[in-house]
């Protein structure tokens, strides 16, 4: 099992940053791929960004490239989304997952590839 609690979500203007923190705990973190997903109102769950449990490999979805950046630190068993130049479009509600049976299958941006869902945290950007 794999615990995961997101923090960080808030309110910010269009153009301001934010970073999305979760923290994994339960078992082994290096053993776990992770993934940000994020859901708007009135649409479906989509992929945002995945970090291998290599830490090596990053996926992004096209929507955030170049602005969205992925880590993982293993020491403090803690995935990060770091999001600059927000847009009114990134506002949703915010979800990390982690990847334990698929943990060594790459890419990974589908969500039945994911085991383990934290609550969710929300971002709204005002335009």
């Known amino acids: 099992q794999v615990q995961l609690v997101e923090s960080g979500g808030g309110l910010v203007q269009a153009g301001g940053s934010l970073r999305l923190s979760c923290a994994a705990s339960?078992?082994?973190?290096?053993?776990?791929?992770l993934g940000w997903f994020r859901q708007a109102p009135g649409k479906e769950r989509e992929f945002v960004a995945a970090v291998h449990r290599n830490g090596i490999y990053t996926q992004y979805a096209d929507s955030v490239k170049g602005r969205f950046t992925i880590s993982r630190d293993s020491a403090k068993s803690t995935l990060y989304l770091q999001m600059n130049s927000l847009k009114a479009d990134d506002t949703a509600v915010y979800y990390c997952?982690?990847?334990?049976?698929?943990?060594?299958?790459?890419?990974?941006?589908?969500?039945?590839?994911?085991?383990?869902w934290g609550q969710g945290t929300q971002v709204s950007v005002s335009s």
């Open positions: 339960g078992r082994t973190f290096g053993s776990v791929s």
């Open positions: 997952a982690g990847a334990l049976k698929y943990g060594s299958v790459w890419p990974l941006s589908r969500e039945p590839q994911y085991d383990y």
